[in-house]
Nanobody, 124 residues
Framework: QVQLVESGGGLVQAGGSLRLSCAAS????????MGWFRQAPGKEREFVAG????????YYADSVKGRFTISRDNAKNTVYLQMNSLKPEDTAVYYC?????????????????WGQGTQVTVSS
């Protein structure tokens, strides 16, 4: 069982930066691949970034590649999403999730545990 709590969201102007954190409880956090998703009003939840268990492999949606960076610190049971050069279209609720081994990083259906989400709003 893994419990996830996101933090770090807020209101920022276009071009600005935010760093989201996702704190996990549970002794097995370091074994889980992790992902960040986002959901804007009226839209489906979409993949943003993923990271394997030791941080050696990362994956990004094309829309955020080069602007966002996912990382993790297994000693602190935390995964991060550094977001730079933010755009108004990045506005959404951002969720972190823990994925079962063997599934797809890109599909929300392959994630077993979800946080409650944190709101990110980018003003133009």
């Amino acid at each position: 069982q893994v419990q996830l709590v996101e933090s770090g969201g807020g209101l920022v102007q276009a071009g600005g930066s935010l760093r989201l954190s996702c704190a996990a409880s549970g002794r097995t956090f370091s074994t889980y691949p992790m992902g960040w998703f986002r959901q804007a009003p009226g839209k489906e939840r979409e993949f943003v970034a993923g990271i394997n268990w030791n941080g050696g492999n990362t994956y990004y949606a094309d829309s955020v590649k080069g602007r966002f960076t996912i990382s993790r610190d297994n000693a602190k049971n935390t995964v991060y999403l550094q977001m730079n050069s933010l755009k108004p279209e990045d506005t959404a609720v951002y969720y972190c999730a823990a994925r079962r081994p063997g599934g797809s990083y890109y599909s929300p259906r392959d994630y077993d545990y979800w946080g409650q989400g944190t709101q990110v709003t980018v003003s133009s």
